[in-house]
Every structure is written in C-alpha cells, then in structure tokens.
C-alpha cells in the first residue's frame, strides 16, 4: 500500500487528462440506468478535480462527450444535457474556488443553446484566472480539432511551426499533458488530444469511471512519477 502513496519527492504531472469512460457499463452492472453512471461520473469528475488541484497539478482536461457520442439514442443524450442543465454550475464551484480557469472544447455550436448558454457564462465567469486550469471536452473529436486548426493557418495564409501551430488549437497557451489516464478496460485513446498527447505518459486501468477513487488517482501519479520521460534524449543527458 506505501509504494502507492504521494510523498514529497513525487513528481506530480503539471496536467493531467482523464478519458472518463465506463459510466454506462457501470450502471447497467448495478441494474440502474445509463443516465444514473453519467450522474455518479459527474460527482466522481468533480472529485477527482479537486483532489489533483490539492495535490499541485495546475491543469485538468476530461473528455466528456465525443463527436462520436452524438451517434447515440437521443434519450441518453438528453440525459447527459440535463445533467449540465441541474448540477453543472453547484458542481464547477466546488473546483473553480481553487483559482482555475474553465475552458469548454470541442464542436459547442451542436450543443442545445441554453447548454451552450451556462457553459459560456461559466467560461466568462473564469476568464481572469491564470496559471490552473479546468479544460471540459464536449462534442469533440481530436482529428476535426487539428482540421479546424488547419483551416485557421490556411486561411491567414501561413506556414506554421509546431508552435504557432499549437497554439491553433483549443488548449492554446496551456502545457501539453503529461499524463493521459483512460478508465473502462479500453486501451487506446479514442480521438482524444491526438496532437498534444505526442509525449503524454498513458495510464489504463480496467476500473469503471464512477469507481476510479482519488486513491486510484494518486496511484497513477506515482506510476507517472517513476517514469523516465527522455524527450529523445538519452539518460546520460536528462
């Protein structure tokens, strides 16, 4: 149990990304509807936020809904929206008192517009804070995040570098993560921050989203921490 615990040497990822997935599967396992795993990943998201802003990490991003997603049964979709409709706001307060800043990324525009409304005011609302960071993923997809990208620098008619290329994207002006965790069993990455993931550590794990605990969370910060991450470099230059 001691070799999973954060101690003051441990280096803790400056951001972290979080696949939430397995809330479906999770209720269906319980006999409870699909929108009561959405509920309990909701609470658990908020959690889990709090618990890696105390521990230091200065940004979180978690992917909410995908483009994909919206393939879904209407009803399930609806349920999703009036989670955000209900207990969004009460919700983000919990996390916003840390000082963080919420961006909303993805295709927000197909979003319900009183969804889009709250999300929105929650941005503003934030807008003047710097330095930590609360990025939530709703309706995206990596792979039409980097086209938009490319039709931005298309339409200024320049070339880009990696840089100016990045800072094209929705997590303009915020560090790469540097730890991917990914819950539900699956092991691949699912469309997510294709582009910034280039050198994230990724971390799977067979638990269900709503039961991925804070313990859970600081276990894959250690696991992060006892990685060696060489940017190409060898061992004798880091």
């Known amino acids: 149990m ?26 269906k396992k319980r006999f409870m509807p699909r929108s009561f795993g959405h509920q309990k990943g909701m ?16 940004y979180v991003t978690v992917y909410a809904l995908s483009t994909e997603n919206l393939k879904r049964p209407q009803e399930e979709l609806e349920g999703l929206y009036n989670l955000i409709r209900k207990h969004f706001k009460e919700n983000m307060q919990r996390v916003l008192r840390y000082g963080v800043r919420l961006k909303v990324i993805g295709a927000v525009e197909l ?65 790469d993560p540097d730890l991917i965790i990914r819950t539900g069993k ?5 469309n997510f921050l294709l582009w910034q993931s280039a050198y994230a550590e990724l971390y799977f794990t067979d638990k269900m989203f709503p039961e991925f605990s804070d313990r859970d969370l600081e276990k894959s910060i250690v696991w992060f921490s006892g990685r060696t991450r060489r940017f190409g470099k060898t061992d004798e230059q880091l």
């Not at 001691?2 to 101690?7: A, D, F, H, T, V």
């Not at 929105?120 to 807008?127: I, K, L, M």
């Not at 699956?186 to 699912?190: D, G, M, N, Q, T």
Request: glycine share 8%; aromatic share 6%.
């Open 2 to 27: 001691q070799r999973n615990k954060i101690k003051p040497d441990t280096k803790i990822p400056r951001h972290i990304a979080i696949i939430m997935d397995g809330n479906g599967r999770w209720a």
């Open 43 to 58: 609470e658990r998201m908020i959690g889990l936020m709090e618990r890696a802003f105390r521990l230091g990490v200065s």
């Open 111 to 175: 979003l319900p517009d009183d969804v889009q409304a709250i999300l929105r005011q929650a941005e503003a609302e934030t807008a003047h804070f710097e330095g930590k960071g609360v990025n939530i993923a709703l309706c995206y997809g990596a792979r039409a995040e980097i086209v938009r990208a490319v039709n931005c620098a298309v339409e200024k008619g320049e070339k880009v570098t990696e840089e100016s290329f990045s800072a094209l994207l929705y997590t303009q002006g915020q560090p």
């Open 186 to 190: 699956e092991i691949r990455l699912s």
